[in-house]
């Protein structure tokens, strides 16, 4: 358990207008801040941030709550991950109490999955710069399409090589273990980077692909997309990582990582 004097300057510090900006353009309404509900979609900006009260109030959808409360909805995480993230922000070290069981394996579950997101990310790049099948095809598909290298690097874009499996291999050499590289569709556990086979072997599920990895408004790295570059018959154009524990499509932006803080200056943003 996190002590109650850690929760309490966490509470204290967290200023209700300086946590939703990380996430939301605000602007000045009287002596509140008022911008787009970042909970539903909205035209006219009805959420609304009190820093005199603490709290957030969206009177289109009916979000509300405190800076922790955000947190938890924004990001989809529990009470305990919200308050080490604000503790981290304001630099406020946050022991917490022995977990359950099951609290524990959850919380695992997650960031095993994001550790190997994060691995599959600066594999998926190194096969773009670094080997011959990736600039040969994968960069020189990026270039054809008129995207300069500062902007490939940015996104940190990637390449998938065809043959071999190289990416599953990679993973089995490092130690992953399987349950976080497949994805189970009824517990939602595994980042699906990998597939298996009838006969029991596992195959790399964007092989011969160029990659577009997926972030939080964080910045982890929480899925990928991979376009074929050949037509093939029975094989689709794209391909994408399947929910799980620490991804929905429905929950996230492509994009908004890098151009949340731009957003927030220009107060403008086309999608």
């Known amino acids: 358990m996190i002590p109650r004097e850690t929760i309490d300057r966490i509470y204290a510090a967290a200023k209700i207008e300086e946590v939703v900006s990380d996430y939301v353009t605000l602007r000045k309404r009287g002596a509140n801040l008022i911008g787009l509900c970042p909970f539903h979609n909205e035209k006219t900006g ?5 820093p ?6 969206c ?9 922790v409360g955000f947190i938890m909805e924004i990001e989809q995480c529990s009470y305990v991950e919200a308050l080490k993230q604000l503790g981290k922000k304001y630099h406020i070290e946050v022991e917490e109490r022995q977990l359950t069981v099951e609290e524990q394996q959850r919380q695992d579950d997650r960031e095993s ?15 773009l710069w670094e080997t011959e099948e990736g600039k040969a ?3 020189s598909y990026f270039r054809e399409r008129g995207l300069r290298d500062d902007i490939i ?18 993973l089995k050499a490092k130690g992953f273990k399987d349950k976080y590289v497949i994805n189970n569709v009824d517990t939602k556990i595994g980042c699906g980077v990998c597939g298996m086979s009838d006969d029991g072997r596992m195959y790399d599920r ?5 990659i577009f990895p997926l972030f939080t408004v964080s910045g982890k790295t929480v899925a990928f997309a991979g376009r074929i570059l050949k037509k093939k018959d029975n094989v689709g154009k794209d391909v994408n990582s399947p929910d799980s524990i620490i991804y929905s499509k ?7 990582f890098q151009a949340k803080q731009s957003i927030s200056r220009k107060d403008m943003c086309y999608l």
């Not at 999955?113 to 096969?127: L, S």
């Not at 690097?153 to 990679?170: D, F, I, M, T, W």
């Not at 964007?206 to 160029?210: C, E, H, I, T």
């Open 52 to 57: 005199s009260k603490g709290i957030y109030k």
């Open 46 to 50: 009805s959420f609304t941030v009190s």
């Open 59 to 67: 009177f289109g959808c009916g979000a509300s709550g405190h800076a």
């Open 153 to 170: 690097r940015k996104y940190q874009l990637g390449y998938s090589p065809e043959k071999g499996n190289p990416l599953a291999k990679a």
């Open 206 to 210: 964007f092989r011969d692909r160029v």
């Open 250 to 256: 429905t929950n996230e932006l492509y994009g908004i």
């Open 113 to 127: 999955m994001f550790v190997v997101n994060d691995y599959c990310n600066q594999w998926f790049k190194e096969q």
């Open 137 to 139: 095809i994968g960069l």
